[in-house]
């Protein structure tokens, strides 16, 4: 069956940088588009972007466009986001997820120094 | 952006109730292909979020059928005919329609 398996939570300190992962099972990743989603504690959904895994072509939302990175490596059917300059407000959930359909478990990721 | 907005903020029902969920949006999601791109997904507690209804209405297939969407243009309904206790949880609408895509604030629907 379809599995999209996130890498672990993260802690790190203002101003660093994170990478997290996404690896898909069961489908053929090129044929999906994988979007990213950040959910703050006890909040809403907010939509990060995606990434057309086949050609590689990304949509960001504005207010993510300095802080997102989106990319995947096909051999090994990873999506990856890399979050860059952290502040106390991206400590948050992180999903992936396969076009609208299937999600990944998240990943916590803490900013605190 | 367009704007999601969802009533009731929660529901608290008894099993076997029907519950009903609103979202409306600040513009139509009717999109250039002539689809609606209108979602709805269910997250339970501690989990992350499971697929329910794509393009207003169409359910996937492990969903089970007393759940039911329906709407056009700016307005959509999620219906559940008889809640069940594992229906708990929050329910947001997501639009795909329009860029950047957005979701509901959610309706925590709580057992009674």
């Known amino acids: 069956q379809v599995k999209l398996l996130q890498s672990g939570a993260a802690l790190v300190k203002p101003g660093d940088s994170v990478k997290m992962s996404c690896k898909a099972s069961?489908?053929?990743?090129?044929?999906?588009?994988i979007h990213w989603v950040k959910q703050s504690h006890g909040k809403s959904l907010e939509w990060i972007g995606y990434?057309?895994?086949?050609?590689?072509?990304?949509n960001y939302n504005e207010k993510f466009k300095s802080k997102a990175t989106l990319t995947v490596d096909k051999s090994s059917s990873t999506a990856y986001m890399e979050f860059s300059r952290l502040t106390s407000e991206d400590s948050a959930i992180y999903y992936c997820?396969?076009?609208?359909?299937?999600w990944g478990q998240g990943v916590m990721v803490t900013v605190s120094s | 952006d367009v704007v999601m907005t969802q009533t009731p903020v929660s529901l608290s029902l008894a099993i076997g109730q029907p519950a009903s969920i609103s979202c409306k949006s600040s513009?139509?999601?009717?999109?250039?292909?002539?689809?609606?791109?209108l979602n709805w997904i269910l997250q339970r507690p501690g989990q992350s979020p499971k697929r329910l209804i794509y393009?207003?209405?169409k359910l996937y297939s492990e969903v089970p059928d007393r759940f039911s969407g329906s709407g056009s243009e700016t307005e959509f309904t999620l219906k559940i005919s008889r809640v069940e206790a594992e229906d708990l949880g929050v329910y947001y609408c997501?639009?795909?329609?329009?860029?950047?895509?957005?979701f509901g604030s959610g309706t925590k629907l709580e057992i009674k």
């Open positions: 069961g489908y053929t990743f090129t044929d999906y588009i």
């Open positions: 997820a396969r076009a609208a359909q299937d």
């Open positions: 513009q139509s999601l009717l999109g250039t292909s002539g689809k609606t791109f």
């Open positions: 990434i057309n895994p086949y050609s590689g072509g990304t």
């Open positions: 393009q207003v209405s």
């Open positions: 997501w639009q795909g329609t329009h860029f950047p895509h957005t």
